[in-house]
Each structure stands twice: as structure tokens, then as C-alpha cells.
């Protein structure tokens, strides 16, 4: 008994039905993560259906090497795309967090080329000037205003009150 009389499928109609696993598989366990899956379960897609119309033979050994040589032409036609889509650039900081706007004054003056510290929340953070802020070192005691916040980090700027005249 052939796997093919086991499930009453195809030779052609199976490699599609494998082709749609991969595909499955390649989307929702590993995120498009890997460029193999992907192709392969493209290539015995297409070679399934090339199949079914009579364009390749519906023998096993035509299946699997066009399935094979179809993967291989794809994963060099997808390679540079697959690659630039991975070259995603992160955001520089992160802005959505609970300390964005948290206020305190400086323990100790603060440039950009020289980082401050400050315990907050049983937390030692790095504190870092922005980059949007031009100006030169901030002294101790004046107030700053977080504007990121990464892991252990503080991204702040001086905070600018504006006098009631």
C-alpha cells in the first residue's frame, strides 16, 4: 500500500498538501525566520501544480527533484530580499514606558560625553543626555525629565520650565 492510496490522494496532490505544511510551519512556528522552509514549501507548491496539469511527470523521483531544484532557484532569487528584510533597523530608544516624563534633579553633573547614574525604584540606570539636546554639561541639582528608556538606561533632557511673567 502506497502513502498516496493511505491518505486518497495524488502523487501531485500530497507534494501540495506537504508543500502547504512547510509553508504552515514556516509561518506560524518559526516566524519566517528560515529561508529553506520557505522555499521548499513554495517550490512543491508550484511543482504539485505543474504536476496536476500534466507539465511534470507524477512520479516520485520527478517530484522530489523538481521540488528540490525549484528550492534551490528560489532560496538564490530570495536570499538578498529574505536578508534585507532581517536588516530592520531598531528604534534608537524606547518611548513607550512608564518613566517617559518622570522628573528628578541630578546627583552629580551630566554631558554627553561623560554618563550620570541615578537609583530610582531599587534600580541603579545609566543616565544619558538626549540627542536632540545641543547643549553642554548639566550641573548637579538641576531637573531633568526622562524622554527613553532602555534596559538600564535613562535617556533625559533638561527639563525647561516656563516662568509665570
Avoid: C
Avoid at 93 to 111: E, H, V
Avoid at 145 to 153: M, P
Wanted: a neutral charge.
Amino acid at each position: 500500500m502506497h502513502m498516496t492510496e493511505l491518505f486518497g490522494l495524488s502523487p501531485a496532490q500530497l507534494t501540495i498538501v506537504i508543500g502547504l505544511l512547510l509553508l504552515a510551519i514556516e509561518v506560524w512556528m518559526l516566524g519566517l525566520s528560515t529561508i529553506v522552509l520557505l522555499a521548499l514549501g513554495v517550490s512543491a507548491i508550484l511543482t504539485g501544480t505543474l504536476s496536476l496539469v500534466g507539465v511534470v511527470p507524477e512520479t516520485f523521483t520527478a517530484l522530489v527533484g523538481v521540488s528540490g531544484i525549484g528550492a534551490g532557484m528560489l532560496t538564490l532569487l530570495l536570499w538578498k530580499p529574505m536578508k534585507n528584510s532581517q536588516r530592520s533597523q531598531k528604534p534608537v530608544n524606547n518611548t513607550s514606558s512608564d518613566f517617559i516624563g518622570l522628573k528628578f534633579r541630578l546627583d552629580a553633573p551630566l554631558s554627553h560625553e561623560q554618563p550620570g547614574k541615578v537609583k530610582y525604584s531599587g534600580i541603579s540606570w545609566v543616565l544619558v543626555l538626549s540627542h536632540d539636546y545641543h547643549g553642554n554639561t548639566l550641573e548637579k541639582g538641576q531637573e531633568v525629565e526622562v524622554v527613553a528608556v532602555d534596559v538600564g538606561r535613562f535617556t533625559v533632557k533638561p527639563l525647561v520650565r516656563e516662568d509665570a511673567s
